[in-house]
């Protein structure tokens, strides 16, 4: 069954996680083991991404121009930090 355009999406798979990304599908494993993106959930042999926890996750990624964490309380600590 197609869903109509108009259904919101809550859940991503694999690989429609990496295409939203713009990374391929292994990228988004390295990504999920280095503790950047959160664990799929899993219903029997699917794996399936919540959107609103990917959602999370990046609003805790570094700001490029500064090179800091983007919250005050960010897990990613000085790991994230530019080298000079």
């Known amino acids: 069954m197609k869903l109509a355009a ?3 999406r ?3 798979s694999r690989d429609e996680l990496a295409a939203a990304l713009g ?3 292994n990228s988004v494993d390295k990504m999920v083991a ?5 664990p799929a959930r899993r219903w ?3 794996r399936i991404w919540r959107v609103a926890e990917i959602d999370a ?3 805790e ?3 490029e121009a500064t090179g800091q964490p983007s919250g ?3 897990p990613a600590g000085d790991e994230w930090r530019a080298q000079a």
């Not at 280095?34 to 959160?38: A, Q, S, Y």
């Open 34 to 38: 280095e503790g950047m993106l959160p």
């Open 44 to 46: 029997h042999t699917r």
């Open 23 to 25: 990374v391929s599908p």
């Open 72 to 74: 005050p309380d960010s």
């Open 57 to 59: 996750f990046m609003s």
């Open 61 to 63: 990624w570094p700001i």
């Open 10 to 12: 809550i859940g991503l």
């Open 6 to 8: 108009n259904v919101p």
